[in-house]
């Protein structure tokens, strides 16, 4: 299976920016589409973000739309979400996924998943 490692949360300002980064294990990582979820504490995970294995295709959630981008570098084996004007509302913990099928936003058709990176964003 996929090995994923994210990373780049923290805490900041409302308005401010911050890129997350999924590492992936493996020499296959470019035949994977890829995809961030977050989830808020008692709350359910929810689909932020989709990328395809080319990087040609994207799909976002509505509520980040034209502030957060995701791409990824194949040569790396790294998928990275840029987080721009974030809002409080943006306050989770990040996950990355692969999934062999297509972009869904639903979190069970994804298969390995990294074990998430807190992001916190202050009013």
């Known amino acids: 299976q996929v090995q994923l490692v994210e990373s780049g949360g923290g805490l900041v300002q409302a308005g401010g920016s911050l890129r997350l980064s999924c590492a992936a294990s493996?020499?296959?990582?470019?035949?994977?589409?890829m995809g961030w979820f977050r989830q808020a504490p008692e709350k359910e995970r929810e689909f932020v973000a989709a990328?395809?294995?080319?990087?040609?295709?994207?799909y976002y959630a509505d509520s980040v739309k034209g502030r957060f981008t995701i791409s990824r570098d194949a040569a790396k084996n790294t998928v990275y979400l840029q987080m721009n004007s974030l809002k409080p509302e943006d306050t989770a913990a990040y996950y990355c996924?692969?999934?062999?099928?297509?972009?869904?936003?639903?979190?069970?058709?994804?298969?390995?998943w990294g074990q998430g990176t807190q992001v916190t964003v202050s009013s």
């Open positions: 493996g020499r296959t990582f470019s035949n994977y589409n």
């Open positions: 990328i395809t294995w080319s990087g040609g295709n994207t």
């Open positions: 996924a692969t999934n062999v099928y297509g972009l869904g936003r639903d979190p069970k058709t994804y298969g390995s």
